[in-house]
């Protein structure tokens, strides 16, 4: 049942408790938090479904250019694709401060090799092929990223075999392409 008493004190916030038994689905709203505690051996899955064409752009943009958010690596991403030029990455549109430096430091750290450059570029470009499939595309940064991350994958590709990578003469121009 819902409880009307939240961390004591003057402060009343509404919640919900309940046990949740094997073979049990709890859905929770988007505007309300999540607290589990596992009294057994158990699997915890969490999906966040976007609602309206707003909240899909700032969840695919949150994976390809979100600085403002500060989250390493993701706000971050499409440095990668921009080869880490960081004076490129201002025609996206967000200002970076003097916490470049540290961003780029962490950055590397995160994303040592060609593989992992690869591997951060091609989630990008999931993202924003998937935001194009939703009709949310032009309210992205896909349109500015797309070609930039075609271009990292298809040059970390170099000498690879053949045949598993033909599908990267496919990445060019706009997701719309595909």
């Not at 309940?18 to 073979?23: D, L, R």
């Not at 899909?56 to 440095?79: D, H, I, L, Y």
């Not at 970390?156 to 392409?177: Q, Y």
Request: glycine residues 8%; hydrophobic residues 45%; proline residues 6%.
């Amino acid at each position: 049942g819902i409880n009307a008493e939240y961390m004591g004190g003057s402060k009343r916030i509404p919640f919900w408790e309940c046990n949740q038994e094997e073979g049990d689905i709890l859905y929770v709203p988007a505007n309300m938090f999540r607290i589990h505690l596992a009294l057994r051996d158990s699997v915890s899955f969490l999906e966040r479904v976007a609602t309206t064409a707003a909240e899909a752009a700032v969840t695919v943009n949150s994976k390809v250019w979100a600085p403002e958010t500060g989250v390493v690596p993701n706000g971050f991403s499409a440095a990668v694709c921009f080869n880490w030029d960081w004076n490129a990455l201002m025609s996206l549109g967000t200002p970076l401060g003097p916490e470049v430096q540290i961003v780029s430091q962490l950055m590397h750290n995160f994303v040592p090799t060609e593989q992992a450059e690869s591997r951060m570029a091609l989630g990008i470009l999931a993202a924003c092929k998937g935001a194009v499939e939703a009709g949310v595309g032009p309210l992205t940064k896909c349109g500015a990223v797309w070609a930039h991350c075609a271009a990292k994958v298809r040059a970390n590709a170099r000498g690879a075999v053949a045949g598993p990578m033909a599908w990267l003469n496919a990445l060019s121009g706009t997701p719309d392409e595909l």
